[in-house]
């Protein structure tokens, strides 16, 4: 028996069929156990002699199974791995990766400008009140600059932000508050961009649009003046555009700073001829900025006598258009692939 087992088990190839010939042989109505039943039938002499021999047998078999298991098994591991073997050489399978809007990308490389001049992030609905709006900055009902911002209103009192500068208001009173509650005379200096979306009552063109992107910028410290503001924009402006831009001043008007200015950069990507980004005139305004008018630091609780300050606010959406050559404002608003896919981010 054993040697006719021995035999047969070369014969499997598989280890399915390993498992036909353990029940054969070894299982519960295998051979073997046919065997050992018979021995009730046996004399007690014979017995302990028989019953040696099938013990012997059923090792030797076990022995044997489990040999030829674990051989099987890494044969077929082997083989596994052979069919499975990955060509490390072939070129990957790109992925269709989107991309960062140009208007996020540049509000995102400002933020690492500002933060680097330190300035801090700050933040405000673009559903204000309309004393947030206008009231805190220096702009009463029925005063006549409101007509410089054809506003969307919610309520009487409540509107779609016409502008980044509620901000303004916001950061102020929040000082002004903290310092209250930790008991100090004076609120703390203020640094801060407020980035954002605003929207006006235009009519879209190439040049306009009903919704836009603003960065605001607030310094308010002690002795502040004209020539920090234009530090710090010829430093930002030469970041984002590169060391041969300059930058001009131009008398403005906003009620909530005195004096006011408008600010332009040079604008060489258009070589002068037939520039529909500047209009051939060689400059794009890109912001508007002045010293904080007094009315604004008082109503919001910091003493004029003590700090100054200056402010600007820069249109997002010129900058760009400025920078990458974008040459109609829409664009940035119809998320048409084929411009947007040109902006793959850096990573
Ligand atoms: N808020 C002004 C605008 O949208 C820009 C501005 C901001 C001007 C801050 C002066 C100071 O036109």
């Not at 036909?20 to 051979?31: F, M, P, R």
């Amino acid at each position: 028996l054993k040697e006719q087992a021995l035999e047969k088990l070369k014969e499997q190839s598989t280890l399915q069929q390993l498992g036909d010939w353990k029940a054969t042989y070894l299982g519960k109505k295998g051979e073997l156990t046919a065997a050992l039943r018979g021995m009730k039938d046996l004399s007690a002499e014979e017995r302990p002699v028989i019953g040696a021999m099938v013990n012997e047998v059923r090792e030797a078999l076990e022995q044997a199974l489990e040999t030829k298991e674990e051989a099987l098994r890494r044969a077929e591991r082997e083989k596994r791995l052979r069919e499975e073997t990955i060509d490390v050489t072939l070129p990957g399978r790109a992925l269709p990766l989107g991309s960062e809007h140009p208007l996020n990308r540049l509000i995102r490389e400002a933020e690492e400008i500002f933060l680097g001049l330190g300035f801090q992030i700050a933040e405000g609905p673009e559903v204000e009140t309309d004393y947030n709006n206008f009231g805190a900055l220096n702009v009463p009902k029925n005063h006549p600059a409101r007509d410089m911002q054809d506003t969307f209103y919610i309520s009487e009192d409540m509107l779609l932000r016409t502008q980044t500068s509620p901000v303004q208001g916001r950061v102020l009173r929040a000082n002004v508050e903290a310092a209250k509650q930790r008991g100090e005379t004076s609120p703390q200096p203020v640094r801060i961009i407020a980035p954002g979306r605003v929207y006006r009552r235009d009519d879209d063109d190439a040049t306009h649009s009903h919704v836009f992107m603003q960065i605001e910028g607030l310094v308010v410290d002690r002795n502040i003046r004209m020539s920090d503001l234009k530090g710090i924009l010829t430093t930002f402006t030469q970041q984002i555009f590169g060391s041969d831009v300059s930058i001009r001043m131009r008398p403005s008007y906003f009620p909530f700073t005195e004096p006011s200015t408008e600010v332009d950069v040079t604008c060489y990507s258009c070589g002068g001829e037939g520039c529909r980004i500047c209009k051939q005139t060689g400059w794009i305004e890109i912001l508007g900025a002045g010293m904080v008018h007094p009315n604004v630091l008082e109503m919001a609780g910091y003493d004029p006598e003590e700090f100054t300050g200056f402010a600007f606010g820069m249109g997002v959406e010129r900058i760009a258009m400025r920078r990458y050559g974008i040459e109609d404002i829409r664009h940035f608003y119809t998320n048409d692939v084929r411009l947007m896919s040109q902006f793959k981010s850096r990573v």
